[in-house]
């Protein structure tokens, strides 16, 4: 493993040099030619995401001069901070109002902004999801108190991950048939220069097409214009050791190119349980800036990261045994909940490149190509009969058990062996996402163009483990064989995915520009095509799929302080996972478990926002919403044979409607309070189909939807002395489809304190920090890991009676404390 390690971190290591080299080269060709649109590039989306630069940098925001600019995307306006305070090393500023959680909005739709003020005050190990915890609306469910790993979820008004877009520098950073954010791989915390929440209201223009719930986007910082960087040092509870380090090139000779690599490496254990986790990552940020708002700006990061998992247990289970329901810690040679069983390893790679054209007479051009790569295996275990065992459909015969396996009884190897589930998947993206912008006088009309093509496969095979638990390979490099030697799979996937998505959207203002009314129209086309070479299975199942997403929205400026607005907004999203697109049998008894769908009905939704913005002598925000959702799809989790299974279940139609609020008060003696909160009433519109009948589940609360949640907080900075405190409260929330379980309403506060000295030589404003999490130390269901469809035995409303079967569910991490030692050089 150290190897392998070594030269995973060679080649990156070459691969960001490779980059640099390739980032100057284009830098240099460009100064001569061609004009890019936009100085501080950003996300292709109907707003720049507002972004609290490092002050550091003195990086000024450019901005074409003529009146009325051209820009990259149609409006509402582009909107940036500029901070003149003096920053710290860490890029805090403490010029922002509500410690950094409520910069000035103007979008006509609810949206946040977590700027770098409140991102230096959490600690380094989090990432972007643990991030938006105290914006409205938003719940993160995390099992790590530290939020060093992604073992985790959120949801934005009821709506979870999976119905969520992500964009990260521009790009789409998830797994596009999961769904899954993964977003510690996108870049150390440190390198986050702010995070944007859009809860409901998806971007035309944003590269995804899964913003059902909203869309959550993140960029990097700029680099610096001097040459320098930053040395961060934490140390913390479980063990926990980290050591990140960036160096910034500065202006590279008179180029203009700056760029910025750095690397960090993270080890813990787990705060419950046996095992722990270990992640390194590397990014990389180049920028060039030139003429009348012209840019480049290319990124990578690569991350890779190895993690025992935790438990999820059932309500029973956690009521029963609590923070002690865990795998075992040693391996008896038949158990198959040893821990080293139970992990995963994912290593991720994004790339892309964001360039800005300014092709004069109104007309701007924006493009993002982007890569992204992932290479993964998640691992499980169960007993595997060695004579009963099947391929599919199909009989395995006498599996091919190593000497040794399985255990001897009377000199004979025995017929059941504990086998470690080795679900290894790979995933190649490549998507270019474009915008032709064409301002003249009071209009601004964009064309946009998205395409991505998504290569994926997935193979889950066994490995079996020696007398001392070491399974021969965790990748699936020597995997059980069947008796005429093929490999023991549970399925073989092959999926190939397409997407053209086109997008037209006219803004125009009036009065001063003080009303904005903007109208447009994407319309994305689709197809997924699978095949499964498992005996017995469908070989090649497939669909196409168009939608059409209309979205109108109004703002008015009334007074400089005050503005309302008005949108309607719809969206779509695919079924999750690889499930609804292969047949699945189980191993041991080679009966179909899971059938692919041949009529795949996407979630659609239709949803209607009004809004009130102050700002002034103190800033609210209000946003009253309503949602009607066709063919809602909620993700699950479940365990079969070994290896987790993801599928969709379909919940029917749904109406949400509730009312999210925020208030902040400008700094008074460097103090800055904020709170956040949200109403939420949802509810079922359907009978849902389970157990052969169906339930009677109409005018029954939405599953994972808590009716009310907060949050409070409170920052201090007066340039040396800072800190920050933060509680969260999250109502009960159904985790069944019947209401006969719910999860526990939570509460959970942090606090960060922290002193920065003066610099010292070549030091740069050096500083210690304390971080402690969950600091009353309570116990609690962070959310729902598996839901059902009911609890308790129900009779449907044709007379069978359905099954029960529980929801399983994470659970919160405990108190722990973390302490950075940081500094600028």
Not at 411 to 433: C, I, K, M, P
Not at 600 to 615: D, L, N, Q, T
């Amino acid at each position: 493993m150290s190897g392998l390690r070594f030269r995973s971190l060679s080649v990156t290591a070459a691969a960001s040099a490779g980059v640099t080299l390739i980032a100057a080269t284009v830098a240099s060709v460009t100064v001569a030619k061609a004009a890019v649109a936009g100085a501080r590039p950003h996300p292709l989306s109907g707003t720049a995401p507002v972004t609290a630069r490092d002050a550091s940098t003195r990086a000024p925001a450019h901005r074409p001069t003529p009146k009325r600019p051209p820009r990259a995307v149609a409006p509402p306006r582009p909107e940036e901070i500029t901070v003149s305070a003096q920053a710290s090393a860490t890029g805090m500023t403490g010029a922002v109002p509500g410690g950094g959680l409520m910069p000035r909005q103007t979008a006509p739709y609810a949206r946040n902004t977590i700027t770098r003020d409140y991102i230096a005050a959490q600690s380094p190990t989090t990432n972007v999801l643990n991030l938006v915890r105290n914006t409205p609306g938003v719940v993160v469910a995390t099992a790590d108190p530290t939020g060093a790993t992604d073992r985790m979820s959120v949801s934005m008004r009821g709506m979870n991950q999976n119905e969520i877009g992500y964009e990260f520098e521009g790009m789409n950073p998830s797994d596009v048939l999961y769904y899954s954010p993964a977003s510690s791989t996108w870049a150390d915390t440190e390198n986050i220069g702010s995070i944007t929440v859009s809860p409901g209201s998806p971007d035309l223009m944003a590269p995804t097409f899964s913003a059902v719930g909203g869309l959550i986007s993140a960029t990097m910082r700029s680099p610096s214009p001097k040459a320098g960087g930053l040395a961060d040092f934490t140390f913390g509870g479980n063990d926990l050791e980290r050591e990140f380090i960036r160096g910034e090139t500065g202006e590279i000779g008179h180029s203009g190119f700056r760029s910025y690599a750095s690397f960090s490496d993270t080890t813990a254990t787990n705060w419950r349980g046996p095992g722990g986790l270990n992640r390194w990552h590397v990014d990389f940020k180049g920028e060039r800036t030139w003429g009348d708002g012209n840019s480049i700006s290319p990124f990578m990061s690569y991350n890779d990261v190895t993690e025992n998992l935790y438990t999820y247990p059932t309500l029973a289970q956690w009521r029963q045994y609590g923070d002690s329901y865990n795998y075992a810690p040693n391996f008896t040679g038949s158990n198959t909940d040893y821990y080293k069983f139970h992990q995963y390893e994912w290593r991720h790679a994004h790339a892309g490149v964001q360039a800005h054209l300014n092709l004069g007479h109104g007309l701007a051009l924006a493009a993002t190509p982007y890569l992204y790569d992932v290479d993964g295996t998640l691992n499980g275990a169960t007993a595997l009969s060695r004579t009963g065992s099947y391929l599919g459909s199909e009989p395995a015969g006498i599996l091919q058990f190593p000497p040794g396996a399985g255990g001897r009884a009377g000199g004979r190897v025995s017929n059941q062996a504990a086998a470690v589930s080795v679900d290894h998947f790979t995933e190649s993206t490549f998507g270019l996402n474009t915008a032709l912008t064409w301002t003249h006088h009071h209009n601004a009309l964009s064309l946009g163009y998205w395409y991505s093509y998504v290569n994926y496969t997935e193979d889950p095979s066994y490995s079996l483990p020696g007398a001392n638990g070491q399974a021969a390979n965790l990748w699936g490099r020597y995997p059980v064989l069947t008796q005429d030697g093929r490999r023991l799979l549970q399925w073989n996937a092959h999926v190939i995915q397409q997407l053209n998505a086109l997008t037209l959207q006219d803004t125009y203002r009036a009065l001063d520009d003080r009303l904005t009314v903007s109208a447009g129209l994407k319309a994305v086309m689709m197809t997924r095509m699978a095949t499964n070479l498992i005996p017995g299975a469908t070989y090649a199942t497939g669909f196409s799929d168009f939608q059409p997403l209309p979205r109108v929205a109004i703002s008015y400026q009334a007074t400089p302080h005050d503005q309302v607005y008005l949108n309607g907004t719809t969206a779509f999203r695919e079924a999750a996972a690889v499930t609804p697109s292969i047949d699945m049998f189980s191993v041991a008894t080679g009966r179909m478990t899971s059938a692919h769908s041949s009529d795949i009905k996407p979630e659609y939704s239709i949803a209607e926002e009004i809004g009130f913005r102050h700002y002034g002598a103190f800033n609210l925000t209000v946003s009253l919403f309503n949602y009607n959702f066709t063919n809602r799809q909620v993700t699950s989790n479940q365990l079969v044979n070994g290896t987790t299974i993801t599928s969709s279940l379909n919940g029917g139609g749904q109406t949400t409607r509730g009312a999210s609020a925020e208030f902040s008060l400008p700094a008074w003696h460097h103090v800055a309070p904020y709170l956040s909160g949200q109403y939420l009433h949802a509810t079922i519109d359907n009978d849902i189909a389970a157990g052969g009948d169906y339930l009677p589940t109409r005018g029954k609360s939405a599953v994972l939807t808590p009716t009310f949640m907060g949050s409070i907080g409170l920052s201090y900075d007066d340039g040396s002395l800072f800190g920050n405190f933060s509680f969260n409260y999250v109502d009960s929330q159904y985790t069944t489809f019947m209401d006969d379980q719910s999860m526990p309403a939570y509460k959970t506060a942090n606090v960060s304190l922290g002193y920065r000295l003066h610099s010292v030589g070549a030091l740069k404003r050096p500083q210690i920090q304390l971080n402690l999490i969950n600091v009353g130390d309570a116990r609690y269901l962070s959310g729902a890991w598996g839901l059902t469809s009911n609890a308790v035995a129900t009779r449907g409303i044709y007379g069978h009676m359905v099954a029960a079967s529980q929801p399983t569910y994470i659970t919160g991490g405990k108190f722990s404390g973390v302490v950075s030692l940081t500094t600028g050089f």
